[in-house]
């Protein structure tokens, strides 16, 4: 697989010999966008197929602002990048965009590598079947957790598992509220005063009867504590909400930008996945509940919405919006697996099909279906996905695009294989997402929608930026 590099997109010496490339790009575009033949494009371009080995002279194709900015919010991020370094004109079509955030945003799987670097990331792009290299910041994205993506924003946890956001595309990193802030950790001083260790307690809001305390080197407390997490944008208040699914047991604790420590929600547990939708945060649980928790008020309140028998193969389940605003049920089912192999065979884990379900608009009905049509799914540890194939003519419809999130796998046996891959829901049949030789087992690879657009700061004191 070829790498490349962000700097390298964005060169101006670079794009000599893109130039035609991306001109051929707008104008198989344009036609489609104004609805004529393209033939009768020819006035708006001036020299458009000259010579591929010249340098970036001449005239770059005359369109009006609004028709670029209308095409390039249609272009993957690469190619939105490149356009944008093309001429005056492009790049003024592709800052306004940026300002706006009228971009389009494509799902690419983010990995690392250990040819590429302790701190650098690779980002598979699924229309070009190529990667970029993409330096972060400190400490190094290899020595990280990666516990979730939304938005465009990494959430990981550093060696000392504390938690940050990370902008992969922009470098902005805000680290979250310390984890000592959550209600079933608490640290521990040396005779100096410095943390060295944490005590995990097995506090829930349904027992009674707990279990002594554990006690974790700084390093280790993320390897049994950290599931999944994600960061939602509030539109009611302009913020962002941060949601933690963690142990014992996959509780919920979440922090609101600004917040200097954790909320935890002692309702239930066992969950495996949240969205945010209409001022609610939806969370699906293994057992098959779907609750839905309003977070707007001084207490928080649990509604039950459906509740669905647990598949005995299933072991995670998850909750997706369709871009209509519909909801998605799914079971990752897995039958074909090893976890006491014999001498000399590895742990192996493997998912074989997808049950899918749609929650009927009343919420109290659940529909099995078979077939997404034209569309498509992102599962894993990346807020889950649903899009549709005919706005992303370089996905497989009706199939499930699909990485590792096994917590025994993410976290436990670090060094194992990763299942992930595309299923199509045809036939159950699988395809490799990319050779398992070009990507660390550690941290696992992960969904993500790149964006540009960052965070802000100005109500979020207790939020700091991390240099």
Known sequence: MELSSVASMMSLGSLAIERTYLCSLVFRVLPKLLGFAPSSLKKFCKDVHQPRTETIVGTSPELPQDVLMGIFATLEMPDFIRAGAVCLSWHSAYASLRSLGQYKLWPCLLYTSESAGDSSACLYSLTE??????????????????????????????????????????????????????????????????????????????????????????????????????VFPDTSTGSYIV??????????????????????????????????????????SITGDLHTFDLSGPTVAMNTIISIQRDVD?????????????????????????????????????????????????????????????????????????????????????????????????????????????????DNSKEELVSSQLCSNFPAPIWITPDFRNMNLASGAAYKMVQ
């Open 129 to 230: 079947r190529r990667s970029y290299k993409l330096t972060l910041p400190e400490p190094p994205i290899r020595s990280r957790c990666l516990i979730g993506s939304s938005h465009g924003w990494l959430l990981t946890v550093d060696e000392r598992s504390e938690m940050h956001l990370l902008n992969p595309i922009t470098c902005e990193q805000i680290a979250l509220p310390s984890v000592t802030t959550l209600e079933q950790v608490k640290p521990i001083f040396d005779e100096y005063g410095v943390l060295h260790k944490y005590e995990l307690s097995w506090l829930t809001g349904r027992a009674t009867h707990y279990s002594s305390p554990l006690i974790f080197a700084l390093d280790k407390l993320r390897d049994e504590f950290h599931y999944k997490a994600f």
């Open 243 to 284: 949601v933690l699914i963690h142990n014992p047991v996959r509780q919920i604790s979440f922090a609101r930008l600004g917040d200097d420590k954790w909320t935890w929600l002692p309702h239930h547990l066992l969950y495996c996945d949240c969205i945010y939708k209409d001022g609610l945060l939806y969370a699906v």
């Open 314 to 426: 299933c072991e995670y389940a998850y909750i997706v919006q369709s871009p209509s605003g519909d909801l998605l049920f799914i079971w990752r089912l897995f039958e074909d697996l090893k976890l006491e192999p014999d001498p000399g065979e590895t742990v192996f884990w493997n998912t074989t099909k997808f049950r899918i379900y749609e929650v009927e608009a009343a919420g109290s009905k659940l529909k099995e279906i078979n077939c997404l049509r034209d569309h498509v799914l992102f599962l894993g540890h990346n807020e889950s996905l649903r899009l549709s194939a005919e706005e992303y003519p370089s996905l497989k419809a009706n199939h499930v695009y699909f990485t590792d999130d096994n917590m025994l796998w993410t976290l436990g046996f670090k060094n194992n294989h990763r299942d992930m891959g595309i299923l199509n829901l045809d």
